[in-house]
């Protein structure tokens, strides 16, 4: 049975990744979400095993030493892990399943897993994604200015990614990603039908 997808959608805090999942969500039922584990407090409207599972610092510490995390990275002072066992039994039972994860994580899936899917959602630019971290209205002045300056180091990090998808708009942005996982499925379907001619 062919494997599921594992699709890793990343790029700077503010450039819509969480709004293009929760577009995504509605428009392709079909598709996993991976929750990650997180010591950051909720924000309102959060709940615990919806947005993230919200931990204690000892607790992430504990998950990291039980290798339960396919991988982890501290962000503006918090730490972000991906629980290892819900993305393996997913694609394994070939399912795709989307992680929405911040860059250096991203870039450690890539060490464990080449063959996944990167996809990085860009800026219309620099002024639009400032615009829009100070629209949330969920961080302070402080911590905004960090973010703002981690997405620039961040957008370096593009040639890494198989795919750069423009946030203009929310449904240009998911019909594009659409697009790539179909593109992905029949990318992997040529490589079983190699194998089978090879007779491997
Ligand atoms: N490495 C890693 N980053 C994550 C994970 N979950 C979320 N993040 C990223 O951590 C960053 C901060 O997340 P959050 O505090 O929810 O803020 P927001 O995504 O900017 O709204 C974002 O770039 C997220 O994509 C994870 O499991 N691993
Ligand atoms: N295509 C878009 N056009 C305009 N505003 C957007 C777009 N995508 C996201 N936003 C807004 O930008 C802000 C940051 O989006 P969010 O999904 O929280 O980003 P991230 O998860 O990447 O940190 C939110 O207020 C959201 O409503």
Redesign the pocket.
């Known amino acids: 049975m062919e494997k599921g997808l594992l699709i890793v959608l ?5 450039v819509g ?2 709004t293009v999942c929760a577009a995504l969500r509605k428009r392709k039922p079909e598709l996993i979400y ?1 929750i ?3 010591t ?1 407090k909720p924000r309102q409207g959060e709940a615990d095993g919806v947005n ?1 599972f919200f931990k204690t610092k000892e607790e992430f510490q504990k998950m990291i030493q039980n290798n339960e995390l396919l ?3 501290e ?2 002072g ?1 730490y ?3 629980p290892i066992e819900f993305v393996k039994k997913t694609i394994d039972s070939g399912e795709d399943i989307i ?8 870039l ?1 899936v890539k060490e464990k897993f080449p063959e996944a899917v990167y996809v990085f959602l860009v800026p219309p630019s620099i002024d639009e994604l400032k615009n829009r ?1 100070e629209g ?1 209205g ?1 961080e302070t002045a402080d911590n905004i200015k960090h ?1 703002l300056s981690m997405a620039q180091e961040e957008i370096e990090l593009l040639k890494h990614y198989d795919y750069a998808v423009v946030n203009d708009k929310i449904d240009n942005a998911c019909s594009k990603i659409e697009c790539i996982i179909v593109a992905e499925h029949c990318k992997r379907f040529r490589f079983i039908e190699n194998k089978t001619k090879e007779g491997v």
Do not use: F, M
């Open positions: 990343s790029g700077p805090s503010g990744k969480g991976s990650s584990a997180t950051r993230y991988e982890w990275a962000y503006v918090n972000y892990g991906t992680l929405e994860i911040d860059v250096q994580g991203a450690k971290i949330r969920t973010r």
